[in-house]
């Protein structure tokens, strides 16, 4: 190849190069992610002493239009929209066991609570999560089944159904997301008075 060329080359090459710097093609700046995850039951939990009664949240399922990584948003009575830049920071089934273990330890005196199986457990709670959404009108919508099971007869102690909604709960989905987790200790403070 002729020394020429190379040299035509080169600047066609510079000259793209350039173009594409000064018409903002080229982006040099670092991507920001703008995704925000969210995390539920951060309170720190203190010591139970003494120990009366120990319980299991043994299962927690959700129903299958919540067991994914983004938060929902719940509109009129049977649309769901899935908010793909509020993403969950965990398995949700997991964070809400730790909530529902924390707020009965809270609820109940004597009592101390794991989320999981524990052959040390009194009683077991099995739970299903019904909703926890947002909803379109910036409130947020929890209700759950639950069903307490004596570990050693294997017999039901109780169980029933909670709801709780909040509305008004803040205009920024962050604010909703952390007023979702008290309507979900709101629903586990009724179900203790109820149930244990």
Known sequence: ??????????????????????????????????TT????????????DPIELRVAIRDTHLMDFLNNSQVVE?????????????????????????????????????????????AEADLNVDITILQFCLTDTS????????????????SAVAEGRVSRSIEDAGSSTSRRVSRLESALRDAVKEMAESAL
């Open 1 to 34: 190849m002729k020394p020429s060329t190379i040299i035509k080359r080169l600047q066609l090459v510079a000259s793209i190069a350039a173009l594409a710097t000064l018409t903002g093609c080229i982006n040099f700046d670092p991507i920001q992610e703008t």
């Open 37 to 48: 995850f969210h995390v539920l039951g951060q309170a720190s939990r203190g010591s139970v």
């Open 74 to 118: 719940l509109s009129g009575t049977s649309e769901v929209r899935y908010l793909s830049q509020h993403r969950w920071a965990g398995a949700l089934d997991s964070m809400i066991s730790q909530v529902v273990a924390s707020e009965l330890e809270a609820s109940v005196s004597g009592l101390y609570a794991t989320a999981g199986d524990s």
């Open 139 to 154: 409130g947020v919508s929890v209700s759950m089944e639950y069903r307490i099971v004596d570990a050693d007869t294997r």
